[in-house]
């Protein structure tokens, strides 16, 4: 077994063979939102959950790395490039307004970087569907680069694939998104996060057709708790293997009540205790 496998391995409960992730590396792209503004306490509350794993960016990683260094700490797992999104901050002046999200794309880490930072695993975006071939040709060739350098250090990769493109209307075609998810895993990602289609059958044929784990995002904030319960029994209905969700963990009016909801359901359900 390779030492990618063995940290990947660790993202996974022992029983459910489920992952629950928390992902907080928003303020990569979106700058400081509401739940997340000083970040150190953010991301203390997360842990507080016990999700298996959070997902942050370097930055985050190093002021806050150190809140991971216990035994039985979730697995810190760095985001290793950055995108446009489209979610504008609005303080950002008109020319960097492009509401073309997914179609500017650089790498930040490389993963020997992310395994001396501490981290578990990195996770980077393939972006289908990109208004022009070349975008989506240097992302593809940037990840797959990445993914072969991982090998080399032993860091498992997951491989964020989804449907942001500026040619994208519709972002949970399930077609198009066992497409990107079969890309990345051909690429070599040892997990992929992708949207859930909204419906069990249809994810189904995402999870079917990828030779990895499918863990879901969790999408657009919903208020309410049991859409989000609801979202994530769907996705496991149709064989994914966990769910990598932030704002409705981190911007959930109690996040720690809110990882114990999602435990519940990932794990104990699979019958392995939350």
């Known amino acids: 077994m390779s030492g990618a496998e063995i940290r990947l391995g660790q993202l996974f409960d022992r029983e459910s063979g489920r992952s629950f ?5 928003h303020g990569v792209t979106l700058g400081p939102k509401p739940g997340s503004e ?25 002021v806050g790395g150190r809140l991971f260094g216990f035994h039985g700490a979730p697995v810190p797992i760095v985001r290793a490039d950055w995108i446009y999104n489209e979610e504008v901050y609005p303080g950002l002046p008109a020319p960097l307004q492009d509401p073309r999200q997914g179609e500017h794309y650089e790498v930040i880490c490389t993963p020997e970087d992310a395994l001396a930072m501490g981290a578990g695993a990195i996770t980077m975006f393939l972006i289908v569907g990109t208004s022009d071939g070349k975008t989506f040709s240097d992302n593809a060739r940037q990840v797959a680069a990445s993914v072969q350098a991982a090998r080399r250090a032993g860091m498992p990769v997951i491989v964020e694939s989804v449907l942001w493109g500026g040619r994208m209307e519709d972002k949970r075609d399930p077609e198009l998104l066992a497409f990107g998810a079969r890309v990345a895993a051909e690429f070599g990602a040892d997990a992929i996060k992708t949207a859930y289609t909204g419906n069990p059958e249809t994810m189904r044929q995402v999870v079917e057709g990828c030779p990895v784990p499918v863990l879901v995002l969790g999408g657009v904030r919903s208020a309410d708790p049991a859409v989000v319960l609801e979202a994530t029994q769907g996705a496991l209905d149709a064989g994914a293997k966990g769910v990598v969700y932030g704002r409705n963990v981190w911007q959930a009016d109690d996040p720690v009540g809110m990882c114990g909801m999602l ?9 392995a205790p939350a």
């Open 38 to 62: 000083n970040v150190v306490e953010s991301l203390q509350r997360i842990i507080d959950g016990n999700p298996d794993g959070i997902l942050i960016s370097p930055g985050v990683m190093k």
């Open 21 to 25: 992730i928390a992902a907080f590396d």
């Open 263 to 271: 435990r519940g359901v990932i794990h104990e359900a699979a019958g």
